[in-house]
Each structure stands twice: as structure tokens, then as C-alpha cells.
Nanobody, 124 residues
Framework: QVQLVESGGGLVQAGGSLRLSCAAS????????MAWFRQAPGKEREFVAD????????SYADSMKGRFTISRDNAKNMLYLQMNSLKAEDTGVYFC?????????????????WGQGTQVTVSS
């Protein structure tokens, strides 16, 4: 089992920045593929970014490239998402997710563990 707890969401003006954190426990964090997803009201959950366990290879959804940065600290069992140049369309609930199967994927159903989410609201 893996427990994930997100924090760092809030209200920010367009153009501003936020840093989300995800604390993991219950399983060797360094073995997990990790990702951030988000869900806006009335929309499906969408991929934001992911990072592999050891080499820390990352990938991003096209609309986040150059603005968001995913990172991890395996010593602290922490996952981060630095979000810059935020836009109103970035508003939503942001979830961290863990995949213990060694699969780097953008598909939510392959992630076995999810946090409760943290709300990000960007005012225009």
C-alpha cells in the first residue's frame, strides 16, 4: 500500500506561481513511477507530468511544457510540481499518483494509488 498526501494548492492570480507537494508513505518511494494529474469541474482527469523512479526522466503534457516542472526527492519520499506562468485554465484539483509496475504512462487507470487532491484556483 502507498499513502499519498498533497499540499500546496491555493488561489493565485494569472501569471503567478505555486509549488505543489506530495508526501508518500507505505512503500519504497524510490521504486515508484510518480505523476501529477488534474481535474477541472465537469472534465475528465488529465495527465500533467510524470517522473521515473531512479533516473528521474520526466515528461509533460504539451500545455504544461516550459511552465511546469515535476521533481522528486527519494530521500524524503516527496514529489513536487512547480507551476509557473499560471493561467485560468490551469484551475482544477491536482492529484499525485503512484504506479508500482515500472510503467511510464499517461493513463490514469494504470496508477494504483492516488492522493485526495489539492485545489488550485487561478484568477484571471
Amino acid at each position: 500500500q502507498v499513502q499519498l498526501v498533497e499540499s500546496g494548492g491555493g488561489l493565485v492570480q494569472a501569471g503567478g506561481s505555486l509549488r505543489l507537494s506530495c508526501a508518500a508513505s507505505g512503500r519504497t518511494f524510490s521504486s515508484l513511477n510518480m505523476a501529477w494529474f488534474r481535474q477541472a469541474p465537469g472534465k475528465e482527469r488529465e495527465f500533467v507530468a510524470d517522473i521515473t523512479p531512479n533516473r528521474g526522466s520526466t515528461s509533460y503534457a504539451d500545455s504544461m511544457k516550459g511552465r511546469f516542472t515535476i521533481s522528486r526527492d527519494n530521500a524524503k519520499n516527496m514529489l513536487y510540481l512547480q507551476m509557473n506562468s499560471l493561467k485560468a485554465e490551469d484551475t482544477g484539483v491536482y492529484f499525485c499518483a503512484a504506479n508500482p509496475n515500472g510503467l511510464q504512462t499517461r493513463t490514469p487507470r494504470y496508477y494504483n494509488y492516488w492522493g485526495q487532491g489539492t485545489q488550485v484556483t487561478v484568477s484571471s
